[in-house]
């Protein structure tokens, strides 16, 4: 490897050739830590002349959770190939050999599967903050609980973080949540359809054009590359694991890439991205007719509570807690982010839209706030804090547009398909 010093300008960053020194990728598909990819409400807060903001809806993935047992133990399976690496046998730069030999785990990482980090609980407690300070004029009564509703999907990794964004939220930690209802078609519309769990969610097809893709030769060359760095030749599982220690200790929260990241370059980074976009595109999202209806039923629930925030005041905030899933479903129903032909395994589509990275980060979100105006209502929607460009004018919906698109999402039912 030549040794001369390249210089790249990528988003106005020098980047050296080593990864220590370099500008760290930061797309990593459904493992994204929030703060790589979020924008601030604060300072994209949008005013409108005439008008004033009544009332918040959202719907947010839980943020961020240790790997889950069978990942995990990959994972730490993998660690070891740390003491095989040397200056002798890998292409890395010395520096970065040094930083994954002195890496360590912390407890969080294999000590408790599938659960809310710290991180995660400050994504939570951020989004809350930032939504407080952005909109001081919907938050600053929040012992007044019957304005607030909050509801959680079931898993503790969720419900954990819940706590975290009522902290953010509120001076005093009054706030309750509310318990999942058995059959929650808002925040886990799959609930209770055979029919899905048995084509879509477990379905023996859903990852065929993932696995499509790693036999191509963009993944085969990536994985080459993965090894020429590593020093020995490497499984499917194992580059996965590799990929795995690099995203899931990648520190959002003090920005600090993780020294496993180190093992691959960013053009691996794209082909792993790649890999995960297509998993959500079938699992849950454009790939399979279910997500898209089942996302419906979450935007149902929207025109819902404005509809009735218009009549009766409703809710000031409704937010529903819930995991990747529904979220990719949502974004499905509202045909936002969607590419002319669909993704697929036989080459990598580098200019999509498509991004897990956005869409599904850990604490990703979607929220709409209703506003009043003299004669009317407006709509605003953000995406990770920042204004979602493509809905009506620059994410300012007048209601007319609102009830043009929301509407039909009541008449939506999926128990024919079920
Ligand atoms: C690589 O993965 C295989 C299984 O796919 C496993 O047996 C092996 O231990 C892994 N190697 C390392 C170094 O993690
Ligand atoms: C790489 O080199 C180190 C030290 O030179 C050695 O301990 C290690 O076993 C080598 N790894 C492989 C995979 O050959
Ligand atoms: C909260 O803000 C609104 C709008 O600015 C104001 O009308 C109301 O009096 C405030 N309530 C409290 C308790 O400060
Ligand atoms: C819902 O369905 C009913 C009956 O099929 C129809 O009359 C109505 O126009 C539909 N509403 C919307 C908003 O699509
Ligand atoms: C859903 O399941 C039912 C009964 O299991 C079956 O009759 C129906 O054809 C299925 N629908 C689809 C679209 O597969």
């Not at 809806?57 to 040397?86: A, L, N, Q």
């Not at 982010?337 to 604490?363: E, M």
């Not at 493509?390 to 994410?395: D, S």
Request: charged share 25%.
């Amino acid at each position: 490897m030549r040794r001369s010093i390249l210089l790249f300008f990528i988003s106005g960053c020098v980047c050296l050739q080593c990864f220590w020194n370099s500008c760290p990728f930061k797309h990593f598909s459904s493992k994204t830590p929030y703060n790589l990819i979020r924008g601030d409400f604060r300072d994209s807060v949008v005013k409108i002349k005439g008008c004033k903001p009544t009332n918040i809806w959202t719907i947010i993935r839980h943020g961020k959770r240790s790997p889950g047992r069978r990942f995990g133990k990959y994972m730490k399976e993998t660690v070891t190939i740390k003491d095989f690496i040397s200056k002798e046998n890998s292409t890395l730069c010395a520096q970065d050999v040094d930083n994954l030999k002195n890496w360590q785990a912390d407890s969080e990482l294999f000590g408790k599967p599938s659960s809310l980090t710290k991180e995660g609980y400050l994504e939570f407690y951020g989004i809350a903050k930032r939504l407080r300070e952005a909109y001081p004029e919907l938050f600053n009564n929040t012992e007044d609980d019957a304005k607030y509703f909050l509801q959680s999907a079931i898993g503790h990794w969720v419900e954990d973080g819940v706590e975290g964004f009522i902290e953010g939220l509120s001076n005093d930690n009054q706030l309750r949540i509310k318990p999942a209802p058995a059959l929650d078609k808002v925040a886990a519309p799959f609930r209770k359809c055979a029919n899905y769990s048995r084509l879509v969610r477990w379905g023996p097809t859903v990852y065929d054009e993932h696995d499509t893709y790693r036999l191509s030769k963009e993944y085969q060359k990536a994985k080459k590359r993965i090894e020429m760095r590593v020093g020995m030749s490497l499984t499917y599982d194992n580059v996965s694991a590799l990929y795995d220690l690099c995203r899931y200790t990648w520190s959002g929260i003090e920005m600090k890439p993780s020294p496993w990241c180190a093992l691959l370059s960013p053009k691996d980074f794209e082909v792993m991205e790649y890999l995960g976009d297509l998993r959500h595109y079938y699992r849950n999202g454009y790939g399979n007719i279910y997500n898209i209806i089942m996302g419906e039923y979450v935007m149902a629930d929207l025109y819902k509570q404005f509809k009735l925030a218009t009549e009766e005041g409703g809710n000031t905030l409704t937010a529903y807690f819930t995991h990747a899933t529904v979220l990719d479903m949502t974004w499905s129903a509202l045909g936002l982010y969607k590419d002319t032909k669909p993704i697929t395994g036989a080459a990598g589509i580098h200019k999509r839209k498509w991004r897990t990275t956005y869409l599904s980060a850990f604490a990703a979100n979607l929220l709409a706030v209703l506003y009043k105006c003299d004669n009317d209502f407006k709509v605003v929607f953000y995406r990770n804090e920042e204004p979602i460009k493509t809905m009506c004018h620059h994410g300012v919906c007048s209601w007319s547009d609102f009830e043009n698109k929301f509407k039909p999402f009541l008449n939506t039912t999926i128990e024919e398909l079920c």
